[in-house]
């Protein structure tokens, strides 16, 4: 079973419409992260959280709304979806180890508004 | 402002050569690096990592070289092999800003040509 999952794996909405999109994680770590990919930008950061009581924006947080229910739960909610909100979209988990902060990804889900 | 730059959107190399990948970065503050890997349709894999205090960390094929005073950092991969052709991505991180945020280059994408 797959350590970082997230549901749906593809969506297509309507301008205006409330999405969710959900991860869940079995790895045990305390942070989780929320991120966009577009063809030819890389991946930026939306929102992270260190633990269920720490929320933080990351680059590009308008529009976007998270919330962390358990430890291993993260869920990223677009209110109002626009057709720019169109993108890839990650969720990834990380155990601070020393020297280092890897984190790990799920597979993605791909958000399409019309 | 980009902090973290892949200059090369793509890259052909013939299967059994080496692959390069470069990456480049502005934020003198980033103290720890590493590389992701992504196929299509699925969330980025992390590769290999490096923090500051070295200048080379070796994993089987792939090797990550670190050049603090040029800012730059590159990914060998020796030899290349058609399962290699994939997105990479480079990030950076600054761990003594409590943050434990990466930012992510725009990714190169390798094409190992059997």
Known sequence: DADVTQTPRNRITKTGKRIMLECSQTKGHDRMY?????PGLGLRLIYYSFDVKDINKGEISDGYSVSRQAQAKFSLSLESAIPNQTALYFCATSDRT???DTQYFGPGT???VL | DQQVKQNS???SVQEGRISILNC????SMFDYFLWYKKYPAEGPTF?????SIKDKNEDGRFTVFLNKSAKHLSLHIVPSQPGDS???FCAAGDSGAGSYQLTFGKGTKLSVIP
């Open chain 1, 34 to 38: 929320w991120y966009r990919q577009d």
């Open chain 1, 98 to 100: 020393a020297g280092t």
């Open chain 1, 110 to 112: 791909r958000l399409t």
């Open chain 2, 9 to 11: 959107p793509s890259l």
């Open chain 2, 24 to 27: 480049d970065y502005t934020n």
């Open chain 2, 47 to 51: 590769l290999i990592s490096i923090s």
């Open chain 2, 86 to 88: 994939a997105v990479y």
